[in-house]
């Protein structure tokens, strides 16, 4: 494809977005914020395919959204992953004498607890003890204070350990 194609390329992309906007956000409506990386994403893969297009021979709207649905599926994918901690492990009895039953359970219950937290709490509790991010890296991520993250974690436990109490 020639330097002049392009810019009619982007043209048509511009027209496209739009309806390609409203076809995301038919896919994933729950985040406007995934819904644009989403688009985003399906427009530069267009732009960087544009030589493989072939737009004479179908319309580019078909290609945008068939691509954009790939995403979204692989997005989803990604998401569904079992999450961090759950190993094989866990689905037999403990050497510790701890049963998977009690295990579950007790996931069950400081995960109902985390939830309960506000989410300034809940947050610093993710990332400095489920995560085990060390407390600069929390305040760099966070755009926090190092001392306003262990005031906040502090604060967190306490607030975790009672509601974990009223819950007993």
């Known amino acids: ?18 309806a390609l906007h409203r076809y995301v956000t038919s896919l994933v409506a729950a985040d406007p914020h995934h ?3 989403i688009v985003q994403e399906t427009l530069l893969r267009a732009w960087q395919d544009a030589d493989r297009l072939g737009r004479d021979a179908r319309p580019i709207r078909m290609w945008l959204f068939r691509t954009a649905r790939n995403l ?15 190993t094989a492990e866990f689905f037999a009895d403990r050497p510790d004498g701890i049963t998977m039953d009690e295990t579950v359970c007790d996931r069950v219950v400081l995960t109902d607890g985390l939830r309960r937290l506000p989410p300034a709490q809940r947050e610093i509790l993710v990332h400095v003890h ?17 001392g306003t993250v262990k005031s906040r974690t502090h604060n967190a436990i306490r607030a975790l350990r009672s509601v974990l109490e009223q819950a007993a």
């Open 1 to 18: 494809m020639s330097t002049v194609d392009r810019p009619c390329l982007g043209h048509e992309l511009i027209q496209q977005r739009p």
């Open 35 to 37: 819904v644009e990386d």
């Open 72 to 86: 979204v599926i692989d997005a989803w994918r990604k998401r569904r992953a079992v999450p961090a901690g759950l």
């Open 130 to 146: 489920l995560l085990g991010r060390a407390g600069e890296d929390v305040a760099g991520g966070l755009g926090i204070p190092a």
